[in-house]
């Protein structure tokens, strides 16, 4: 039991009932406080609500109301002096829950473009197997694909049955998929789009996937001034990148740095969406998340690595916005901000970034002056 909120006045088709709530780390937990008749005797009615039927939990019409949204659309209506922090609670586990759970393919649709990146991974990873029988058939796989698609490959590939391929190949995997990239940078989306896939799964071959998908990632530039669809999947793509940090950060957090954030720095071009979607990702509605910030902290000092100016001129830019917002009541405190968690975290990632001067101090002196001044002495 993480929390316990009593006594609660739970509402439902205009009835009034006294309940206990207890958040757990997979339930809500609505305990009703008076008990109820059952078979000649009294029982207390528990209703287990799983965290995945859970949407949102947000503030009602009235003083101390509480509406909480299940997936199935249905809604309760909860009244309770604790509200704020209730909200609160609710929300950050919901978050933790979508961090957490397990990603499937079933909700993606299978579509014919899908098909070569695909058939590419299938090909790539199964390469590096141990065991040579699946190391043969992946590369027959490889060949009949690259045929079939006709995709220009500076290398020769000869189908055979009896290829002498060494248990560590990795080297040929790399340079084949670095070619393929420089050959089809049609497929950058579709492929990296499958790789990714790859990450999903227990899989003990996680890092061969993160070598040989990162020659595409160069590629996602072309994409800086295409339409709205195919913005929208540039944006999806760094999401699934994002999330797939955060989800492999406790083993493999040096790789993945290396293997996709150093070569995203050095997309000039698309930096207004990869920290759109960081700070989308790191900034939460109520509730702060520190494996999610650790790790967007790690990346956003990555990529200030290579562009330093223009990284922090985006969170001191956001910064001063969100300081100089209207908040809904008058304050006497900065911390009481309706912003304040969005502007914790945008000091955080400027102190972290104040180590090697990737803050950009002489091109932004006045402007963090000012936030100092304007946050001196805030916080707890």
Not at 31 to 47: C, E, R
Not at 74 to 79: A, D, K, M, R, S
Not at 107 to 119: E, M
Not at 336 to 342: F, G, I, P, T
Request: glycine content about 4%; overall charge neutral; charged content about 20%.
């Amino acid at each position: 039991i993480q929390s316990n909120f009593s006594p609660v006045t739970k509402i439902i088709m205009n009835k009034k009932s006294d309940v206990e709530l207890r958040l757990t780390k997979d339930t809500l937990q609505v305990i009703s406080l008076k008990p109820l008749p059952l078979f000649g005797s009294s029982a207390q009615l528990i209703d287990f609500i799983s965290v995945s039927n859970l949407s949102k939990a947000s503030s009602g019409t009235k003083d101390n109301e509480i509406i909480v949204k299940l997936e199935n659309g249905l809604g309760i209506t909860f009244i309770s002096k604790s509200s704020s922090q209730l909200i609160q609670q609710l929300n950050g586990l919901m978050e933790r829950y979508k961090l957490t759970r397990p990603q499937t393919k079933s909700h993606k649709p299978f579509n014919p473009s899908d098909v070569p990146g695909t058939l590419l991974n299938m090909a790539l990873l199964n390469l590096t197997s141990t065991n040579h029988s699946l190391r043969v058939a992946a590369y027959n796989l490889l060949t009949a694909s690259c045929q079939t698609f006709s995709f220009n490959l500076k290398s020769v590939l000869l189908t055979g049955s009896d290829i002498a391929l060494a248990r560590n190949c990795m080297h040929f995997v790399i340079r084949i998929s670095s070619e393929l990239s420089m050959a089809e940078p049609g497929l950058t989306l579709e492929f990296i789009s499958e790789a990714l896939g790859g990450l999903d799964d227990k899989n003990i071959f996680k890092l061969n996937i993160l070598r040989y998908m990162k020659p595409w990632l160069y590629n996602l530039n072309q994409y800086s001034d295409n339409d709205t669809k195919t913005n929208e999947k540039l944006r999806d793509t760094f999401r699934s990148l994002i999330a797939a940090t955060v989800r492999e950060s406790r083993d493999n957090m040096p790789m993945l740095l290396s293997s996709i954030w150093k070569p995203i720095s050095t997309l000039d071009r698309l930096f207004d969406i990869v920290m759109d979607c960081l700070f989308q990702f790191a900034v939460p509605s109520n509730t702060l998340d520190t494996k999610k910030i650790n790790c967007v902290e790690d990346i956003v000092i990555t990529l200030a690595t290579t562009k330093t100016q223009l990284i922090s001129g985006k969170i001191v830019n956001l910064l001063i916005k969100l300081i100089h917002e209207p908040s809904s009541t008058t304050i006497d405190r900065l911390e009481n901000h309706d912003s304040w968690l969005k502007i914790e975290i945008c000091l955080r990632l400027l102190m972290s970034l104040t180590f090697e001067n990737n803050v950009s101090l002489n091109e932004f002196i006045p402007e963090l002056l000012h936030i100092i001044v304007m946050c001196f002495g805030s916080g707890d």
